[in-house]
Nanobody
Framework: QVQTVESGGGSVQAGGSLRLSCAASGYLYCIYDMSWYRQAPGKEREFVSVIVSDGSTNYADSVKGRFTISQNNAKNTVYLQMNSLKPEETAMYYC???????????????WGRGTQVTVSS
């Protein structure tokens, strides 16, 4: 069973830091693009960051210079280091796995259930 599981959310004061983790499992012979999104109450889900299977990264303008995405050696776990957090970044943070590869199975993207980040002022 393929799945994507986030962890590491919590509560922090403005200016603080959190590190989120996201692990993909159940795929065979795959490499991954893995991305983070967030959704605040009453708002649409928005892109935060992505790390592509070749290691290249991209960030939303709002988090550039404060957030860093990285991956483990096996490239099935990604981390999102979030520094200088702001109250308006309070949201549920979701991870998405997009599998790639000629022999990859299954070729189905999965979303995690999310991890809550609360930033107090």
């Amino acid at each position: 069973q393929v799945q994507t599981v986030e962890s590491g959310g919590g509560s922090v004061q403005a200016g603080g830091s959190l590190r989120l983790s996201c692990a993909a499992s159940g795929y065979l012979y795959c490499i991954y693009d893995m991305s983070w999104y967030r959704q605040a109450p009453g708002k649409e889900r928005e892109f935060v960051s992505v790390i592509v299977s070749d290691g290249s990264t991209n960030y939303a303008d709002s988090v550039k210079g404060r957030f860093t995405i990285s991956q483990n050696n096996a490239k099935n776990t990604v981390y999102l280091q979030m520094n200088s957090l702001k109250p308006e970044e309070t949201a549920m943070y979701y991870c998405k796995t997009d599998p790639r590869g000629s022999y990859c199975h299954p070729r189905a993207s999965t979303w995690g259930r999310g991890t809550q980040v609360t930033v107090s002022s």
